[in-house]
């Protein structure tokens, strides 16, 4: 099982240019994430999706928009990449509930010039 | 609203010495809490999680863990670190309900040196 996967892992933007970061997870999991991890601010939650067809905005949303495509797939689109979104973005997928373990993608690292 | 509170940016210890990383938490009800670590340039992967059985909570790689709500702390400690050990850990807290999420602190870098 390849468990959190991630889509690129690098990538150098303009600023205003849009992207769209991949995640996909095959552990057949309900709930995915999309996390922000800056240095010295932890990781932040930028949007989840608790079940297939549904999404909910985290605590750091504004610049972002999600797609769940499917059970298995997650996407994170930057419509006008700024230069404050230059951050490690990663994936994770969980069951539902407080007390289940997270799964992490090994992340995509941004660069918005 | 929950938190959590990792004091400091880096920790340095030798090799074979006790590693010890503070967590506290806010939470206004008993939360589930965590440790995750990331080893350079990969994901997190979880050492360990509380979730109100036994208030000493045993992770791999050695590492262990105690609750203490009347501290409201969750620290991590391992007896004698090994280099294989550097890396960032995080606390994190979540709360009881089906669609809680985790709020994770910002993170402490453990060194080791020979």
């Known amino acids: 099982n390849a468990g959190v996967t991630q889509t690129p892992k690098f990538q150098v933007l303009k600023t205003g240019q849009s992207m769209t970061l991949q995640c996909a997870q095959d552990m057949n999991h309900n709930s995915m994430y999309w996390y922000r991890q800056d240095p010295g601010m932890g990781l932040r939650l930028i949007y989840y999706?608790?079940?297939?067809?549904?999404?909910d905005k985290g605590e750091v949303p504004n610049g972002y928009n999600v797609s769940r495509l499917n059970k298995r797939e997650f996407s994170l689109r930057l419509e006008s990449a700024a230069p404050s979104q230059t951050s490690v973005y990663f994936c994770?997928?969980?069951?539902?509930?407080?007390?289940?373990?997270?799964?992490f993608g090994p992340g995509t690292r941004l660069t918005v010039l | 609203a929950q938190s959590v509170t990792q004091l400091g940016s880096h920790v340095s210890v030798s090799e074979g010495a006790l590693v010890l990383l503070r967590c506290n938490y806010s939470?206004?009800?008993?939360?589930?809490l965590f440790w995750y670590v990331q080893y350079p340039n990969q994901g997190l992967q979880l050492l360990l999680k509380y979730t109100s059985a036994a208030t000493l909570v045993k992770g791999i790689n050695g590492f262990e863990a105690e609750f203490k709500k009347s501290e409201t702390s969750f620290h991590l400690t391992k007896p004698s670190a090994h280099m294989s050990d550097a890396a960032e850990y995080f606390c994190?807290?979540?709360?009881?309900?089906?669609?809680?999420?985790?709020?994770f602190g910002k993170g402490i870098t453990l060194s080791v040196r020979p």
């Open positions: 994770a997928s969980s069951e539902p509930g407080g007390w289940r373990e997270q799964f």
């Open positions: 994190a807290v979540s709360g009881t309900g089906a669609n809680s999420k985790l709020t």
């Open positions: 999706s608790a079940s297939e067809g549904t999404t």
């Open positions: 939470s206004s009800v008993p939360p589930y």
